[in-house]
């Protein structure tokens, strides 16, 4: 008999993982790192959804050009995510 595949699709790299089959029903995050991480914040989506984040994301300026900035380092997102900015 052929089992159902329970691979699931990682929220924050986009790529299937199987998961933990004690943990099948909540896990969205691969075991990565940053997945992990993004998983433990629980706050990446939401965060992404703002604005000002999308700002962010995109490496605009603020200054409004539209010139192109390095983006905020990882430990950013991990530690403050974003809030202070
Ligand atoms: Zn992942």
């Known amino acids: 008999m052929i089992r159902h595949m329970r691979k699931r699709k990682c929220k924050h790299c986009k790529t299937f993982f199987d998961p933990d089959p004690r943990n099948v029903g909540r896990q969205h995050y691969c075991a990565k790192p940053l997945c992990r991480q993004a998983s433990k914040s629980g706050q990446s989506e939401a965060l992404a959804a703002q604005p000002e984040n999308q700002r962010l ?29």
């Open 57 to 85: 994301l995109l490496r605009l300026c603020p200054c409004g050009t539209g010139a192109a900035v390095a983006p905020p380092p990882s430990w950013v997102w991990a530690t403050q995510g974003l809030s202070g900015l």
